[in-house]
């Protein structure tokens, strides 16, 4: 059984489980995340390709991002995909399915975030790196500014 078309796996999910096939859009919208997933993470590997070799930072940056969507992703895929089965291949319904759905629905909204993540960073330029660095140097200067201020002054000097 594929479930790459919605119909067939839904129907029987649906008899196996005991479950209506409108209770069962959480899979198809599962699916549509995965798909649009693997289509923005397609672009990233050329956004990364053509980051400058000088803009280290930023390279990180854009890594580290595409590397947490990454894992959503996979956590997400595995999900839908085996455990899914599982309950369609079932003798009949099971009393964790409902945990399933809980499962699913909140991998489909945190991979979700996580790519809304990366692309609004990508769209941004990864300016937050840049916003990072100025605020790491602006906290600096006033920790070593007030540190000078205080640095002078006894108890009893004015």
């Known amino acids: 059984m594929n479930p790459f078309n919605p119909e067939l796996p839904l129907e029987k999910l649906s008899e196996v489980q005991s479950q209506p096939e409108s209770q069962l859009k959480f899979i198809i919208e599962a699916w549509q995340q995965i798909v649009e997933c693997r289509r923005v993470l397609?672009?990233?590997?050329?956004?990364?390709?053509?980051?400058?070799e000088n803009e280290q930072t930023k390279k990180q940056f854009f890594e580290y991002l595409q590397?947490?969507?990454?894992?959503?992703l996979e956590r997400l895929h595995q999900c839908a995909e085996k455990e899914f089965l599982n309950y369609l291949n079932s003798d009949g319904p099971s009393k964790d399915f409902n945990d399933f759905r809980t499962k699913l629905a909140g991998l489909t909204s945190v991979t979700r975030n996580y790519f809304e993540n990366l692309v609004r960073?990508?769209?941004?330029?990864?300016s937050d790196?840049?916003?990072q660095a100025a605020c790491s140097k602006t906290s600096s200067k006033n920790i070593a500014g007030s540190s000078k201020d205080k640095g002078g002054r006894g108890k009893g000097s004015s």
């Open 67 to 72: 590397g947490e969507a990454e894992a959503g």
């Open 129 to 131: 790196v840049d916003s």
């Open 121 to 126: 960073a990508l769209e941004n330029g990864l």
């Open 42 to 52: 397609k672009w990233t590997y050329a956004y990364g390709y053509y980051l400058p």
